[in-house]
C-alpha cells in the first residue's frame, strides 16, 4: 500500500511526489498522458514574480514567487536562464513614478537575491539594434528567469523515481473507492492500487477528476483561461526580451527562444473545455497587433512558424477580468472515512516547489513523515555541470546536449557508444542514440514526447525527419 498516490504529472504533481518521495513516504504518481503533457509544457517558459501582479495587491504571491525565482535557478542552473527584460514607458498607461514604485518593489520583497536590480534606460543609447519605435524613447529593465518548463517537470519526476517514487504515464484512472481507511484505485489496465491518502494534481481537469472519478462535490470552481502564444523567425538581435504594455493594461512578452527564434505571449481567453487547446485566429490577431504597436518592423500571419496555447487553471472569483484573477493556489481536502483527498486548484509554475511543500503541510495530518522541508537545497537531475567529461560525442552536437542535460552527458556518452558514430543520423544534429537514452532513461514513447517536451527540436521539423524518427522509435520500443 501506498502512502500517497499522485493523480496528475504536470508540475505540481511531479513537485508534490519528489517532496513526498524525500521525506520517506511510500510514493506514487499516475498520468493519463506523458509528464508535463498539457499546462505545464505550454506555458511562457518563465520562473517570475509577476511583476504585473502588484497592481492587483497580490504582494504574497510576488514574495513567494520571487524566492521561489532563486531558489529553482540555484537548483536546475541547466535548464535556466537570467534573461533582462525591457519595458518600454508608455506614460499614457502607466506613469513613471508608478513604475517606480512597482520596479523598487520587485527588487526587494523577495529579501536578498542573485538577480541584478532594476533601472531605467535611454532605449537609443542602450542598444545598437533597438527593435522598438523611435517614439518609445524611455525604458525600464528587469530581471527574471527562463526556463525550459517540460523539462523542468521531467526532472522533478525523474528525482522521484532515482529516490523509489513509482510513476504511471500513459495511464488512465477508471474510478476509484473508499474501503477501510484508505483508497482503491482502478487503472484502465485492470490494476488495483491501494494508498492511504490521494492527492488531486490533475490541474485544469481537477473538478472533474473530483466529481467524476471520485464523486465528491467540490466547494470552488474553476475558470479556464487559455493562453496562447505564437513563435516567429528571431525579430531582433540579443539576449534580453521585451514586455509590451498594452492598452487593455495587460502585457505581452516578446522573448528570445530557441537561439533562431522570437517567442511572443500570451493572451487571457476565457474557454469551456480544456481539451484540446488551440489557438484562435482573434488571439493570432491580438499577439501580432499587440507586437506592431511598438516594433519598427511589421509582422504578419505569415511569419508565424509554430503556436501553442495551454489552459490555465485559475480559481474562480467572480466578475473579474481573466487578467486580474490571481495565480495563486489553494487546496481542498475531503477526509471523511478516514481516506483524505486533497485537491489542488490553481497555482502557477513559478511556485510549483512551495506549493509541495504546502501539499505535505497538510498531509502531516494524516501521515508520518519528516517535517524537514529539502527540495530548495537538493539540485535537479542534470545540474551542476562543470567541464566536458571524457566523451566520444562529436563537438557538433554536444553544444546542444549540454543545454538539455547538464551533466548526464556521461550517460548519453554510454548511448552513443552503443552505435557507430551515435547510430542513424535524423535530422540536423539529432541521432538514434538519444533517442534510445530517451526511451530508456526519460520515459519518452512518442515523437511528440520528444520533440516538444524532452527537446525542443520539433518547432520547424520537416515530415521526413519525422517520419524517420518514428520508424526508429518503433525499432527501440520494441525491446521495453
Known amino acids: 500500500m501506498y502512502d500517497v498516490l499522485i493523480i496528475g504529472g504536470g508540475i505540481n504533481g511531479v513537485g508534490i511526489a519528489r517532496d513526498a518521495v524525500g521525506r520517506g513516504?511510500?510514493?506514487?504518481?499516475?498520468?493519463k498522458g506523458d509528464i508535463a503533457s498539457q499546462t505545464s509544457s505550454w506555458s511562457t517558459k518563465l520562473i517570475h514574480g509577476g511583476i504585473r501582479y502588484l497592481e492587483n495587491y497580490d504582494f504574497k504571491l510576488v514574495r513567494e514567487s520571487l524566492k521561489e525565482r532563486d531558489i529553482i535557478k540555484k537548483i536546475a542552473p541547466h535548464i535556466t536562464k537570467p534573461i533582462k527584460f525591457v519595458l518600454p514607458h508608455v506614460p499614457s498607461l502607466r506613469p513613471s513614478w508608478f513604475i517606480r514604485i512597482g520596479l523598487f518593489l520587485y527588487d526587494r520583497l523577495g529579501g536578498k537575491s542573485s538577480f541584478e536590480k532594476s533601472k531605467f534606460i535611454y532605449?537609443?543609447?542602450?542598444?545598437?539594434?533597438?527593435?522598438?519605435?523611435?517614439n518609445f524613447k524611455k525604458a525600464y529593465i528587469y530581471s527574471d528567469l527562463f526556463v525550459d518548463d517540460s523539462r523542468l517537470a521531467l526532472l522533478n519526476a525523474e528525482d522521484a523515481i532515482n529516490r523509489g517514487a513509482k510513476i504511471y504515464v500513459n495511464t488512465k484512472v477508471i474510478k476509484a473507492i473508499r474501503e477501510k481507511g484508505h483508497w482503491s484505485i482502478y487503472l484502465e489496465n485492470e490494476k488495483i492500487l491501494k494508498s492511504k491518502v490521494i492527492v488531486n494534481a490533475t490541474g485544469p481537469y481537477a473538478i472533474s477528476v473530483l466529481n467524476n472519478t471520485f464523486g465528491i462535490k467540490p466547494k470552488k470552481k474553476l475558470r479556464l483561461i487559455q493562453g496562447s502564444h505564437l513563435v516567429l523567425k528571431k525579430l531582433y538581435e540579443g539576449d534580453h526580451a521585451y514586455i509590451l504594455?498594452?492598452?487593455?493594461?495587460?502585457?505581452?512578452?516578446?522573448?528570445?527562444?530557441?537561439?533562431?527564434?522570437?517567442?511572443?505571449?500570451?493572451?487571457?481567453?476565457?474557454?469551456?473545455?480544456?481539451?484540446?487547446?488551440?489557438?484562435?485566429?482573434?488571439?493570432?490577431?491580438y499577439l501580432i497587433n499587440?507586437?506592431?504597436?511598438?516594433?519598427?518592423?511589421?509582422?504578419?500571419?505569415?511569419?508565424i512558424i509554430w503556436t501553442y496555447a495551454g489552459i490555465r487553471p485559475l480559481i474562480e472569483d467572480n466578475n473579474i477580468k481573466a487578467s486580474k484573477i490571481s495565480r495563486d493556489y489553494t487546496f481542498e481536502i475531503d477526509d471523511v472515512e478516514g481516506a483524505p483527498i486533497l485537491t489542488v486548484l490553481g497555482g502557477k509554475l513559478t511556485t510549483y516547489r512551495k506549493l509541495s511543500?504546502?501539499?505535505?503541510?497538510?498531509?502531516s495530518k494524516y501521515l508520518?513523515?519528516?517535517d524537514k522541508s529539502w527540495t530548495a537545497n537538493e539540485a535537479l537531475p542534470g545540474a551542476n555541470y562543470k567541464e566536458r567529461n571524457n566523451t566520444n560525442i562529436s563537438e557538433k552536437i554536444i553544444g546542444r546536449l549540454v543545454e538539455t542535460y547538464g551533466n548526464k552527458i556521461s550517460k548519453l556518452n554510454k548511448?552513443?557508444?552503443?552505435?557507430?558514430?551515435?547510430?542513424?543520423?535524423?535530422?540536423?544534429?539529432?541521432?538514434?542514440?538519444?533517442?534510445?537514452?530517451?526511451?530508456e532513461e526519460e520515459m519518452a514513447r512518442t515523437a511528440e514526447d520528444i520533440l516538444f517536451r524532452r527537446t525542443k527540436l520539433g518547432i520547424n521539423f520537416p515530415k521526413k525527419a519525422k517520419d524517420k524518427l518514428e520508424i526508429i522509435l518503433k525499432r527501440h520500443l520494441k525491446f521495453l
Open 290 to 303: 499587440s507586437v506592431n504597436s511598438f516594433t519598427k518592423k511589421k509582422i504578419n500571419e505569415n511569419d
Open 245 to 285: 504594455q498594452l492598452n487593455d493594461k495587460r502585457i505581452i512578452f516578446m522573448i528570445p527562444y530557441q537561439k533562431k527564434y522570437t517567442l511572443i505571449g500570451t493572451t487571457d481567453h476565457e474557454v469551456k473545455s480544456f481539451e484540446n487547446p488551440k489557438i484562435t485566429e482573434e488571439e493570432k490577431t
Open 368 to 370: 508520518n513523515f519528516s
Open 357 to 363: 511543500e504546502h501539499v505535505m503541510e497538510k498531509l
Open 123 to 134: 532605449l537609443k543609447q542602450e542598444f545598437k539594434e533597438n527593435p522598438i519605435k523611435e
Open 415 to 439: 548511448y552513443y557508444n552503443e552505435f557507430e558514430s551515435g547510430g542513424e543520423l535524423i535530422f540536423d544534429d539529432f541521432y538514434e542514440f538519444e533517442v534510445k537514452y530517451l526511451i
Open 25 to 31: 513516504l511510500n510514493t506514487c504518481l499516475i498520468e
